[in-house]
C-alpha cells in the first residue's frame, strides 16, 4: 500500500507517468520537462500561461526549474521497484517460506529470489524477465519456444525457429529490446503530438466548467432574486388587502351607526306602543262606565299627532349605499404600486405608445385611441405631411426610445402578414427602401401564417417555430444595443434577438398587408 502512494506521487499530472527530467513552477507544482514545455507551447497562441494543475496565471511564458530531488527519489524508486512491489509472485526453490521473486527464467519457467538468480546465472545464460505468470505469452505457439525477435513486416514476435524455418523465414526480423525501444521512441512521439491536443481540450474543459459555474451563480442568485420580490409582491398584496378591507369597514361603520341608533330609538318607541295597546285592550273589557270614562292614563289621538322617527323603516336611501367606486379605487391604486414597484425591480418601464397618424400611409386607417393599425381597401382622407409613408402601408410611433430598458406587447390577428418592428426616424418615407427591415434604419419580425422570420439590411432569416400565437413581447435594452421578440404563448417562448449599436432614438413600426391588424397592448 505504501508503494502505491509513493508511486501515485510520482506520476505528472500530464502524461500520467513517472516523471521524466521533473521540472518545477513557481506555483510548486511538478511535471516532465517535455509535458509542461508542450503545454506551454499550446497556450502560447491564446498569449496567456498557466499551471495545468492549479490554474495559476503568469504574465509571461513561465521559467522552469529542474528538480534534482525529484528526479533522484524517482531513480532510487525505479532501481527498488521489483522489491517495492507486492507482485504476489514467490520464489519457486524457496519451498519452506515464501520469497518475492525479483525475475523469471523463461526456459526454465521458474521464478527466483536474489539468492537463487545468482546461482542461476552462473550456470546458465537464459533469459530472464520481470517476475511473471503468463509465460505462455513469452513463448512461440507454435515452436514453444522463446520469443526473442520481431517481425515488423508481420508485427509478430517470433521464436528461433519461426526465423529459420518457419513462414517468417527471410524476413527482417529485430531482436526484441530494440524492436521495444524502436515502439517506445514512436510511442514518445505520438505521446508529445498528443500532449498538446490534450491541453487544449483540458483549456476548454476548464473554460467550459467555470462557464457552467458561471451559470449556475447567476441562476442562483436570480432565484433569490425571484424569491424576495414575490416575497415583497405578497406584502404588498397584504397591505392591499388590509386596506381595501378597511375603507368597507370605514364606510359600513359610518352608514350602519346611525341605522343602529335609529333601530333602537324604534324598539323603543315600538315597545312603549306596545305597553299602550295592551293597557287599552284592557280597558275595552271594562265593564264600568265610570272607571273607564275616569282613567286618566288613556289619551286618545288621531293618527298626525305621532311623532316623527325620522325614518323611512329601514329601507335606506341611495347616499347611505357603499361607497365601491372609492373602494374599487383603493384597490386599484395599491395594484398599481404594486406593479410600478416590480417593473422598477426589474429594472423595466412600459412605455404608453401612441401612434402617429402623419406618418401612416392612406391604407392604414389608425384607431381613435391611437393604439391599433388596420390595414384598409380604401385609403384615407389624410392631409399631406412630410414624414408620411407614401410606397410602404406602414406607420411610427409618436415618440421614440432613446435610453433603458423598455417593454411593451402587441397583438396580431393573424389575418394577412404583418411586419413589427423598431426604426429610426430618418427611415425613407417612399421607394422599397423605405420597408421596415429593407435599410440599415429598421429591425423588424416578418409575421405570416405559416410563420416568422427576421429582416435587416433586406437580408431575412427564418424562425423556427411549432405554432405561432398572436400576443408578441418586445424588449429594447437600447444602452445594451439588444433587441428581443418574444412569443407569448405558455411557456414564453424567445424568438430573436437583435444586437446593434443604436444611434438614433427607435420608434415602433408596423408595416401591414392587406386585411391585417396589430394593436399596441398598454
Known amino acids: 500500500m505504501a508503494s502505491a502512494d509513493l508511486r501515485a506521487e510520482l506520476d505528472c499530472s500530464i502524461c500520467l507517468s513517472l516523471y521524466t527530467d521533473p521540472v518545477s513552477l513557481r506555483c510548486g507544482h511538478n511535471f516532465c ?281 329601514g329601507e335606506g336611501r341611495s347616499e347611505d349605499d357603499l361607497d365601491e367606486v372609492l373602494i374599487s379605487l383603493t384597490l386599484h391604486r395599491s395594484m398599481r404600486d404594486i406593479v410600478t414597484n416590480v417593473t422598477s425591480e426589474l429594472g423595466l418601464h412600459v412605455p404608453d405608445i401612441l401612434l402617429d397618424e402623419d406618418t401612416a400611409h392612406r391604407s392604414v386607417k389608425i384607431s381613435e385611441d391611437l393604439k391599433t393599425a388596420t390595414r384598409t381597401e380604401e385609403e384615407q382622407d389624410r392631409p399631406e405631411s412630410p414624414g408620411r409613408f407614401l410606397y410602404c402601408a406602414q406607420v411610427l410611433s409618436r415618440c421614440g426610445l432613446s435610453s433603458g430598458r423598455h417593454y411593451w406587447e402587441v397583438e396580431w390577428d393573424l389575418k394577412g402578414e404583418c411586419n413589427i418592428g423598431l426604426s429610426y426616424p430618418s427611415i425613407e418615407r417612399k421607394g422599397w427602401r423605405s420597408g421596415i427591415g429593407c435599410n440599415d434604419n429598421s429591425w423588424c419580425l416578418y409575421m405570416f401564417g405559416a410563420g416568422c422570420a427576421v429582416y435587416h439590411r433586406s437580408v431575412g432569416s427564418p424562425l423556427s417555430v411549432d405554432t405561432i400565437c398572436p400576443r408578441l413581447g418586445v424588449f429594447l435594452d437600447y444602452e445594451a444595443g439588444r433587441l428581443y421578440f418574444y412569443q407569448l404563448c405558455d411557456p414564453i417562448s424567445h424568438l430573436h434577438t437583435f444586437t446593434a449599436s443604436f444611434s438614433q432614438p427607435l420608434h415602433v413600426v408596423f408595416h401591414l398587408c392587406r386585411r391585417a391588424s396589430v394593436r399596441i397592448i398598454s
Not at 503468463?134 to 508481420?154: A, F, R
Request: proline share 4%.
Open 33 to 313: 520537462r517535455s509535458c509542461i514545455v508542450s503545454a506551454l507551447d499550446a497556450q502560447e497562441a491564446a498569449g496567456v500561461y498557466s499551471c495545468p494543475d492549479c490554474r495559476a496565471e503568469y504574465p509571461g511564458r513561465p521559467a522552469l526549474e529542474k528538480n534534482r530531488k525529484l528526479g533522484n527519489i524517482v531513480e532510487r524508486f525505479l532501481s527498488a521497484r521489483p522489491d517495492m512491489e507486492e507482485t504476489g509472485i514467490f520464489c519457486t526453490y524457496c519451498t519452506k517460506s515464501p520469497v518475492p521473486a525479483v525475475r523469471t527464467c523463461l526456459q526454465c519457467e521458474t521464478s527466483m529470489c536474489h539468492e537463487h538468480l545468482g546461482a542461476h546465472n552462473k550456470s546458465v545464460d537464459h533469459i530472464l524477465t520481470e517476475p511473471t505468470r503468463s509465460l505462455g505469452i513469452k513463448k512461440c505457439s507454435l515452436h514453444k519456444k522463446v520469443l526473442e525477435y520481431y517481425c515488423p513486416q508481420d508485427t509478430v514476435c517470433l521464436c528461433v525457429s519461426c526465423c529459420l524455418v518457419g513462414e517468417h523465414r527471410g524476413h527482417q526480423v529485430e531482436l526484441l529490446d530494440e524492436a521495444s525501444e524502436k515502439k517506445k521512441k514512436q510511442l514518445r512521439k505520438y505521446l508529445e503530438e498528443l500532449n498538446p491536443q490534450k491541453a487544449k481540450i483540458h483549456t476548454k474543459l476548464q473554460n467550459l466548467q467555470d462557464r457552467q459555474r458561471n451559470i449556475q451563480e447567476k441562476a442562483s442568485d436570480k432565484r433569490k432574486n425571484v424569491r424576495k420580490l414575490f416575497m415583497d409582491i405578497k406584502e404588498q398584496l397584504e397591505m392591499a388587502e388590509k386596506k381595501a378591507l378597511s375603507e368597507i369597514s370605514r364606510q359600513e361603520e359610518k352608514i350602519v351607526s346611525p341605522i343602529s341608533d335609529l333601530i333602537k330609538k324604534l324598539e323603543m318607541e315600538e315597545d312603549e306602543l306596545s305597553r299602550k295597546m295592551r293597557h287599552v285592550e284592557e280597558m275595552c273589557h271594562v265593564t264600568d262606565p265610570i272607571r273607564l270614562l275616569q282613567e286618566s292614563d288613556i289619551t286618545v289621538c288621531g293618527h298626525g299627532d305621532d311623532e316623527d322617527t325620522g325614518g323611512d323603516g
